[in-house]
C-alpha cells in the first residue's frame, strides 16, 4: 500500500469510484481508494440502481440531468458494460396533495427541458398494468430515466482508474485522521499510516464516523428503507 498520496478516498462505493476515475482522467494519478470491506459492500451495493431527473429543486435536477447525460455513454468510455437502460421512471402519488406538488414540479422539470409529465392513474395502468391504480392518485413518469447495474458501474469505474494508476486497497479500515492546522494530514489505517495532501469522505451511509476522526460533527444519519424486486412484468 502507498504511504503518501495526493488524494485519499475513504470508500469504494459509486461516489469513492466515479471520483477516483474522474480525477485520474484529469491527470491527478496518485490516488488511493481505501475500502474497510470491498467494492459495493455499503450503501451503494443495496440501492435499487434508479436513475432518475424527476427533482422539485432547480439544482437537483441539474445536477441528475447532467449526470444521465455522463451515463448515456459511459459503457463506452470505460470499456464496460453497465447495463444501463432508460427506461423511464414513475413516481407515485397517494393524495391529491402530492399531485399538487408533483405538478409543480414537472413545471420546473420541463422549463429546464426535462420530458417529463403528469400522470392520471389510468395512465399509470397503461406503463404497468398489474398495478392497482386504486391505491393512487396520480403519478410523474420521465421517459429519460432509467436504471444502471451499480455492481457494473463501480467494477467499471475502478477498472478504469486503475488503468489510470489509481490504486484500490480492500479491507482496510481507516482508524483515525491525524489533523494538523486544520487539515487532514494522515489517514491512519488497519495496515499503516497514509500521508494525504487531500482526503475524500465518501463513506456512503457511514460519513459521521469518519468526520468525527477529524473532529467534525455531521448532520446525517443513516435510513433503512425496503425495495421489492420482481421478475420482468
Not at 165 to 172: A, D, H, I, M, P
Not at 212 to 230: D, F
Request: net charge negative; hydrophobic share 45%; charged share 20%.
Amino acid at each position: 500500500m502507498r504511504t503518501s498520496a495526493d488524494v485519499v478516498i475513504i470508500g469504494a462505493g459509486v461516489t469513492g469510484a466515479a471520483l477516483a476515475y474522474t480525477l485520474a482522467k484529469r491527470g491527478i494519478r496518485n490516488v488511493l481508494v481505501l475500502e474497510r470491506r470491498f467494492p459495493c459492500a455499503g450503501a451503494t451495493g443495496r440501492c435499487g440502481g434508479g436513475i432518475r431527473q424527476q427533482f422539485t429543486s432547480e439544482s437537483n435536477i441539474r445536477l441528475a440531468m447532467g449526470s444521465v447525460r455522463i451515463y448515456e455513454g459511459l459503457s463506452e468510455e470505460l470499456d464496460y458494460d453497465i447495463e444501463y437502460v432508460q427506461g423511464g421512471y414513475l413516481v407515485l402519488a397517494e393524495t391529491e396533495e402530492e399531485v399538487a406538488l408533483q405538478r409543480e414540479a414537472v413545471a420546473l422539470q420541463n422549463e429546464l427541458g426535462l420530458p417529463s409529465r403528469a400522470l392520471a392513474p389510468e395512465e399509470v395502468w397503461e406503463i404497468v398494468p398489474l398495478f392497482d391504480i386504486r391505491t393512487i392518485a396520480g403519478a410523474t413518469f420521465c421517459p429519460t430515466d432509467g436504471h444502471a447495474n451499480p455492481f457494473r458501474v463501480v467494477e467499471g469505474y475502478l477498472r478504469a482508474a486503475k488503468r489510470l494508476g489509481v490504486e484500490l486497497q480492500k479491507f482496510t479500515e481507516v482508524t483515525d485522521l491525524v489533523v494538523r492546522g486544520g487539515k487532514v494530514t494522515e489517514v491512519v489505517t488497519s495496515r499503516g499510516k497514509v500521508a494525504a495532501g487531500l482526503v475524500v469522505n465518501a463513506a456512503g451511509a457511514w460519513p459521521t464516523m469518519i468526520a468525527a476522526m477529524a473532529g467534525v460533527v455531521l448532520p446525517s444519519r443513516p435510513v433503512r428503507h425496503e425495495i421489492l424486486a420482481t421478475e420482468p412484468i
